[in-house]
């Protein structure tokens, strides 16, 4: 049956082989199940509809077939095949629409220690690199082609560690440190010479960073029934600026309870944190925050930089599947708001009243929603019994009318990541996105999938891609906005363990504990 729409007025990695996409505006297609964009509330408790069975399935099917992979790239080809052999031909770069240059020139490498964590992050004009010796972690501040530029040592020894750039701040996030009784600890520290402004107690899944404004954090704190708050923090100092209780409820660990008014490119005060501390969207931090109690099915818009409610009232929406983009919260409506089916529905920021909603058919799940372009939103949905029934979907944000869809393998895992000019879509089970496409914001493929490909990080329109063959591990650099891809650069014979970008800076971890420093070529 054909979508049917009455939209009200806005108040305004494995194994993927995606088909082409297909386009609802002036082209009639029968779709597996009905959308229907209509007027007024979303339909009225049903059970709950989270199919976490599947996803564990999903990611514990991932993750074979990704050690499987691995696997078969320690083989022999060359022996086998005679040359590069079969794997070597498959994995020959990706299958583009783009010109491939001249290989990342490696500028500076330096090993670090392979008993204890490392990490490394690309900042303005320097390479961040830290590592744990001999119980505390070094960390340095090098040029890119290997002057040092500053050594600091920090009471620190965790098992791992992750590294955020926040204007000329870095914040060191030190998992299960042995020197803090094993506490997951934060440290921020000056980016102009290491001094360390402070460390404290820092669990993550306590703590999640909401936006950054300016050197300032905005961060939700979960801690329990009487803890749960909405703060923002001075990085500089460690000080609060402000702070407001919230609900006294217990939190999933997929739920999420307040986010930032995301805005499409660099037009708002604040930005917004990657995903795996090197997958960014094209979007920044707008000026205010939805705070959201989704078990009284309410929430606070408050202002980011006072704390202050703007507006209050009824936002009956699932707390796992939600985002704040464009002047609407979109979401998956609560199970009390549409019992037995599964509503995308928006909300505007202004008085939280409906703008529009998409009902989908009995079986259908939305498992998570993001932006995706700009004044578009897109759904991942699966389906309990029809093969063809996963996609992502793309809706208008002004309309709620569906403007493209991308038929999956699997709906649970699917991720994706705005630039400017393009959107990175592909399958996330853990920190990278595998079976990588590159597409535009019609839905078109730019760059298609390949096996064993996945991009490592997303930043402006720079995308970091990973592939293997014979000889290791090779990253390359692609720019959505020039369509020009760089040759593949080596990496090791290991996996890269993380790339961080900045620029035209690239500094890459990888599996051989070795960070190595590239510049992006002028040809891209």
């Known amino acids: 049956m054909l979508p049917q729409h009455t939209p009200q007025s806005p108040p305004v990695p494995p194994a993927r082989h995606p088909v082409a996409p297909s386009f609802m505006p002036g082209t009639p297609q029968q779709l597996p199940f009905k959308l229907n964009v209509q007027k007024g509330p979303a339909p009225a408790a049903g059970p709950p509809r989270r199919w976490i069975a599947l996803s564990v399935a999903t990611s514990l099917l991932t993750a074979i077939v990704i050690t499987v992979a691995v696997a078969l790239n320690q083989f022999d080809w060359n022996g086998a095949t005679g040359g590069d052999g079969i794997l070597g031909d498959a994995l020959d770069g990706l299958g583009t629409e783009t010109d491939t240059g001249e290989a990342l020139p490696l500028l500076y490498e330096q090993q670090l220690s392979a008993s204890g964590a490392s990490a490394v992050a690309a900042a303005d004009g320097k390479a961040i690199l830290t590592e744990v010796v001999d119980g505390a972690t070094v960390a340095s501040a090098v040029t890119p082609e290997g002057e040092t530029l500053w050594t600091q040592t920090y009471e620190l020894e965790p098992t791992e560690m992750f590294l955020t750039v926040v204007g000329d701040l870095m914040i060191i996030d030190a998992m299960a440190s042995a020197v803090d009784e094993g506490e997951d600890m934060r440290a921020v520290v000056s980016l102009e010479d290491g001094a360390l402004l402070w460390k404290r107690q820092w669990t993550s899944y306590e703590r999640n960073d909401v936006a950054y404004y300016g050197t ?109 983009y464009d002047d609407l919260v979109v979401a998956r409506a609560s199970d009390e708001a549409s019992p037995g089916r ?79 000019n393009g959107l990175v879509f592909g399958d996330q089970v853990f920190d990278t996105v595998s079976e990588v496409q590159v597409r535009d914001f019609a839905g078109q493929v730019i760059v298609e999938g390949e096996l064993f490909t996945s991009a490592l990080a997303v930043r402006g329109d720079r995308v970091a891609l990973e592939t293997s063959d014979a000889d290791g591990w090779s990253v390359s650099i692609m720019d959505m906005d020039t369509r020009t891809q760089t040759a593949p650069a080596s990496a090791g014979a290991d996996v890269p363990e993380h790339v961080s970008l900045f620029g035209d800076l690239v500094v890459v971890l990888g599996g051989d504990w070795k960070a190595r420093v590239y510049i992006v070529p002028d040809v891209i």
């Open 216 to 324: 300032e954090l905005v961060f939700e704190q979960r801690d329990g029934f009487e803890d749960n708050a909405v703060i923002r923090l001075d990085l500089a100092t460690g000080e609060e600026v402000w702070s407001k209780p919230g609900p006294e409820d217990l939190l999933g660990s997929e739920e999420r309870r307040v986010r930032a008014d995301a805005v499409w490119g660099e037009g708002a005060a604040g930005t917004l944190p990657p995903d795996s501390h090197a997958l960014y969207d094209n979007l920044t931090a707008g000026d205010r925050l939805v705070e959201l109690d989704s078990y009284e099915g309410t929430a606070v818009i408050r202002d980011a930089a006072t704390g202050e409610a703007l507006t209050s009232g009824a936002l009956p929406i699932d707390g796992e599947a939600w985002t704040v």
């Open 342 to 420: 599964d509503t995308l529905v928006a909300y505007s920021l202004s008085d939280l009243g409906e703008a529009w909603s998409v009902p989908f058919d009995a079986g259908v799940g939305i498992q998570h929603v993001k932006a995706c372009g700009e004044h578009l939103v897109c759904a991942a949905v699966d389906h309990t019994s029809a093969d063809d029934g996963y996609k992502t979907i793309a809706f208008d944000t002004a309309t709620g009318d569906q403007v493209w869809e991308i038929p999956v393998d699997w709906a649970v895992e699917d991720h994706w990541y705005t630039g400017a």
